[in-house]
């Protein structure tokens, strides 16, 4: 059966508008969490007053019209397709239309849109609300402006798992490449939606962190004083080609996704099983279907949101599914939370962790929590040869992905 | 009013909704084929020239809007 390798990487997020930034940025050990200057915090007297806002806008890379026509969310997909399509070395001329596709999810999608134009109705009447408000709602917009820019027509998709979003988008891509469907896919995830409501839905669940004193130190996975996930907004996004084709064109393989494995708890419709059973599940089926023994993963890229029972369901899944060897790492710590982004993100760094011989420090980690039982690097970037990682990505509704990344 | 006046403020909406250059906006131009137009963008020129010029662009008169010529005889008519 063919083997799937990644040929291009793009990406835009709280440390960096591009791969190189935002790698160079986690392996330094740089926070991407600020306090939020809208005056909608004061005005709804929202718990919290942090959030992982995009280290470049969208609107200072895009033509203007682009901004105008896109949600933030299509704008960050677009831009991270772009670099990662170049990144591979693709032309139109490189792929049939008809063997390319487009898998790029989103957690909330055109949230803003929605309320804007909900507004505008409200305020301005009818014939103010923009022709364009469905297209830029609708959650598989940002595959769908990614698949007009790119051409393809071998299939657009946009797989909706809330925060396993983009990790479940690289999984489809996967299988789609194994069975012969298409020969590239151009996959990922995408998210921005920082603005009151979702904050104050998330706060009401007691998910998010309310440390707005400290907003470089409120991320703190695995830490015995962590206290809930900070909002963040990005996109990242690979390119996935069957070996043999893109031997054939000769482009380099920064890496492969080997496989992938994917869960349902059927436990609670935000809650994780406590013993992390449905994580184990999703992990040990990704290691199966990449034929990657346990013991050779030397490296975790975790979920971890920093939620109480999330962090801690999540140590147990390792430990049950790879064992206490793998050495992890917590990207959120300083990326925030990119939800529906954050498993595609996520992703890349797992693949880079791999490439480098480098695994990016979890900030805030000043005592780890004894349940993980796990070694958790901290302080600073941890040298190691890696053969095989794994990224983790869990979402509302019980979803459960993990992909195994391999050298190339 | 003149025509060269609702010209240009025509070309300032379609700049603007579509990102089309000011000057490529003359009046034999068709909005669809030469200046890549689509219809969702029609919708928010023909709320734009309302605004603009007071004059309302009911939908089936907005479908006989061709070229940006028609457009300018229009509001020149309905202003």
Aim: glycine share 12%; proline share 4%; aromatic share 4%.
């Amino acid at each position: 059966m063919t083997d799937v390798v990644v040929t291009g990487l793009g990406a835009t997020t709280p440390l960096g508008g591009d791969v190189a930034s935002t790698w160079a940025g986690m392996l330094s050990g740089r926070s991407g969490i600020s306090a939020i200057t809208e005056d909608w915090v004061e005005r709804y007297e929202l718990p919290v007053r942090i959030a992982a806002r995009l280290a470049t806008d969208p609107t200072e890379v895009l033509k203007r019209v682009e901004a105008r026509r896109w949600d933030r969310c299509e704008q960050v997909a677009v831009i991270a397709a772009r670099e990662a399509w170049k990144h591979a070395g693709l032309t139109e001329h490189d792929v049939e239309p008809e063997r390319l596709a487009v898998v790029i999810g989103t957690g909330i999608g055109g949230a803003v849109t929605l309320l804007e134009q909900d507004s505008l109705l409200k305020q301005e009447g009818m014939r103010k609300v923009s022709p364009l408000t469905i297209p830029m709602l609708m959650p598989n917009g940002p595959a769908a402006y990614v698949g007009l820019e790119l051409g393809a027509r071998g299939g657009v998709h946009a797989p909706v798992s809330a925060c396993a979003s983009g990790a479940e988008a690289l999984a489809i891509a996967w299988r789609m490449l194994r069975a012969g469907e298409v020969d590239v896919v151009v996959a990922g995830g995408a998210e921005a939606c920082i603005t009151a409501i979702p904050i104050a839905g998330f706060a009401q669940m007691r998910a998010m962190s309310t440390r707005n004193a400290e907003p470089e130190r409120a991320s703190r996975p695995f830490d015995s004083d962590r206290d809930g996930f900070v909002l963040g907004e990005g996109a990242g996004v690979m390119v996935l080609e069957r070996e043999e084709f893109a031997a054939a064109r000769g482009a380099a393989a920064h890496g492969r996704l080997a496989g992938v494995g994917t869960s349902s708890d059927a436990y609670h419709i935000t809650g994780p099983e406590p013993d992390g059973t449905g994580a184990a599940r999703a992990i040990s089926a990704a290691l199966r279907t990449g034929g990657v023994d346990a013991t050779d993963v030397g490296h975790v890229n975790a979920h971890a949101t920093a939620t109480a029972v999330g962090d801690v369901a999540e140590a147990a899944a390792i430990r049950s599914s790879i064992g206490d060897h793998p050495v992890l790492s917590a990207p959120k710590s300083g990326l925030g939370h990119l939800l529906g982004a954050a498993g595609a993100v996520e992703g890349i760094t797992t693949l880079l962790a791999i490439r480098d011989g480098a695994i990016p420090p979890t900030l805030n980690l000043d005592e780890v929590d004894p349940e993980v039982k796990l070694d958790v690097v901290a302080g600073t970037a941890r040298e190691v040869e890696l053969h095989a990682a794994v990224n983790d990505s869990f979402g509302f509704g019980g979803h459960n992905v993990a992909l195994v990344f391999t050298q190339a | 009013m003149t025509n060269e006046e609702i010209l240009g403020g025509i070309a300032e909406i379609v700049n603007e909704v579509a990102g089309v250059e000011t000057s490529e906006i003359t009046m034999d131009k068709s909005f669809v084929d030469d200046l890549d137009i689509d219809s969702l963008s029609m919708v928010e020129i023909a709320v734009q020239v309302e605004d603009r010029f007071g004059s309302k662009v009911p939908d089936d008169e907005l479908a006989n809007l061709k070229t940006v010529g028609d457009a300018v005889d229009y509001v020149a008519k309905h202003a």
